[in-house]
């Protein structure tokens, strides 16, 4: 017996042993990484992720869509990145806003990717020739040369006073055109790119991108502030609420009206009060005992009631059947202690109302006596 026992747990261990084995060599632990889709500020700020670089090396930095919310706040050190069409900044802004890149600042923007003609920020900044433009592409090296970026994009021209005053110009500015200047306005710095591609989130996640932004902001990095606007709305919030969104406030307004008017009081004539609870059964006896009255004086109803009498007094008593007149009155007066000449009464035929209602009154007391 204990050598089956031992036989079998032999079996059994080499069975787990062998699927063990199995397991371990076909299946092994793999980690995987899947990007979710973006969620929160991140989904609608393209420049998110620049943000936060900046704020984690101390750099102070914030994201908005209002230029003329930030111009009057705006310092010599500071930094403007304008991520969106600049052609639909107003002429003051634009006014303004190169001001402050002559007494200091440091403005970033893409002459070409949005831009359309007749420009307030190009006319009052005018750096650009009206030359037209090209897609071209320029490989970068960074990292000491290690690694590389493309920049793509619509290629620009500067003028010649402008070509005096660059400080950097990556691309062909005789050709297809420059994806990248750095130009020295008064006592400020505009740089223009020519796909803000390369700041947006998801170009962000590799180092030589990482470096790039980095260099981009490098003439005012670490001495003022840094605005991204990734989008230009050119006015708050409710002012584009009651411009703009006039359509979805109408509606909103007759769903309002709808629902004031379904829990107000209703004006006109008053409802009718609800009939009271009724039996219906006896309305109908009712209203049969009257008809049946008004027909012959109420004796047929008379004759009906002294039936349901005897028929009852019968049932209860079958002997009584045998009574007659007067017997039969003292036998009912005898049950109903009532007069005989009173029951006698009742069971005649009525002359008269008051004689029917006797009678009736007289045929009911004997009926519950029965």
Same mark, same amino acid.
């Given at each position: 017996? +204990?050598?089956r026992?031992?036989?079998?747990?032999? /079996?059994?261990?080499?069975?787990?042993?062998?699927?063990?084995?199995?397991?371990f060599?076909?299946?092994?632990?793999? $980690?995987?990484?899947?990007?979710?889709?973006?969620?929160?500020?991140?989904?609608y700020?393209?420049?998110?992720?620049?943000?936060? /670089?900046?704020?984690?090396?101390?750099?102070?930095?914030?994201? !908005?869509?209002?230029?003329?919310?930030i111009?009057?706040?705006?310092d010599?050190?500071?930094?403007?990145?304008?991520g969106?069409?600049?052609?639909s900044?107003k002429?003051?802004?634009?006014?303004?806003?190169?001001? $402050?890149v002559?007494?200091? !600042?440091?403005?970033?923007?893409?002459?070409?990717?949005?831009? +359309?003609?007749?420009?307030?920020?190009?006319?009052?900044l005018d750096?650009?020739?009206?030359?037209?433009?090209?897609?071209?592409?320029v @490989?970068l090296?960074?990292?000491?040369?290690?690694?590389?970026m493309?920049?793509?994009?619509?290629g620009?021209?500067?003028?010649?006073?402008?070509l005096?005053?660059?400080?950097?110009? /990556?691309g062909?500015?005789a050709?297809? !055109?420059?994806?990248?200047?750095r130009?020295?306005e008064?006592?400020?710095?505009?740089?223009?790119l020519s796909?803000?591609?390369?700041l947006?989130?998801?170009?962000?996640?590799?180092?030589?991108?990482?470096?790039?932004a980095?260099?981009?902001l490098?003439?005012?990095?670490?001495?003022? *502030?840094?605005?991204?606007?990734?989008?230009?709305?050119?006015?708050?919030f409710?002012?584009?609420?009651?411009?703009?969104? $006039?359509?979805?406030?109408?509606a909103?307004?007759?769903?309002?009206?709808?629902?004031?008017?379904?829990r107000?009081?209703?004006?006109?004539?008053?409802v009718?009060a609800p009939?009271a *609870?009724?039996?219906?059964?006896?309305?109908? /006896?009712?209203?049969v005992? @009257?008809?049946l009255f008004?027909?012959?004086?109420?004796?047929?109803?008379?004759?009906l009631?002294?039936?349901?009498?005897?028929?009852?007094?019968?049932?209860?008593d079958?002997?009584?059947?045998?009574?007659?007149?007067? @017997?039969?009155?003292?036998?009912?007066?005898?049950?109903?202690? &009532?007069?005989a000449?009173?029951i @006698?009464?009742?069971f005649?035929?009525?002359?008269?109302?008051?004689?029917?209602?006797?009678?009736?009154?007289?045929?009911?007391?004997?009926?519950?006596? &029965?």
């Amino acid at each position: 017996m +204990k050598t089956r026992i031992v036989v079998v747990s032999v /079996i059994i261990a080499a069975i787990a042993m062998l699927g063990g084995a199995l397991f371990f060599n076909t299946f092994k632990r793999d $980690w995987s990484t899947e990007t979710t889709p973006s969620t929160g500020e991140a989904y609608y700020n393209r420049f998110f992720a620049l943000q936060n /670089i900046l704020k984690n090396i101390g750099q102070p930095a914030s994201s !908005g869509v209002l230029l003329n919310k930030i111009l009057p706040d705006l310092d010599s050190g500071d930094t403007v990145v304008i991520g969106d069409d600049i052609g639909s900044i107003k002429p003051d802004d634009a006014a303004n806003l190169a001001e $402050w890149v002559r007494e200091g !600042g440091h403005l970033v923007f893409s002459p070409t990717a949005y831009a +359309k003609q007749d420009i307030p920020l190009l006319d009052e900044l005018d750096l650009l020739a009206n030359q037209e433009s090209k897609v071209t592409c320029v @490989e970068l090296s960074v990292s000491g040369g290690k690694e590389s970026m493309p920049v793509c994009g619509s290629g620009f021209h500067l003028k010649k006073q402008a070509l005096a005053h660059a400080q950097v110009m /990556i691309g062909d500015n005789a050709g297809k !055109g420059l994806v990248f200047a750095r130009v020295s306005e008064g006592d400020g710095t505009v740089s223009m790119l020519s796909n803000m591609g390369v700041l947006a989130d998801n170009s962000l996640k590799k180092q030589p991108q990482q470096q790039f932004a980095l260099r981009l902001l490098a003439p005012n990095f670490g001495h003022g *502030h840094v605005y991204l606007l990734y989008e230009l709305i050119g006015s708050s919030f409710w002012v584009n609420l009651f411009v703009r969104g $006039w359509p979805a406030l109408i509606a909103s307004l007759l769903l309002i009206l709808g629902w004031m008017l379904m829990r107000s009081e209703r004006l006109g004539p008053l409802v009718p009060a609800p009939s009271a *609870h009724r039996r219906a059964l006896l309305e109908h /006896i009712h209203a049969v005992g @009257e008809f049946l009255f008004r027909r012959d004086g109420g004796r047929s109803l008379h004759q009906l009631a002294c039936e349901a009498v005897l028929a009852r007094l019968h049932r209860r008593d079958p002997a009584s059947v045998m009574l007659k007149q007067d @017997e039969l009155y003292a036998w009912l007066a005898q049950r109903s202690r &009532l007069e005989a000449s009173l029951i @006698e009464h009742a069971f005649r035929s009525p002359a008269n109302a008051a004689a029917f209602r006797g009678s009736m009154t007289t045929l009911a007391r004997l009926r519950s006596h &029965l």
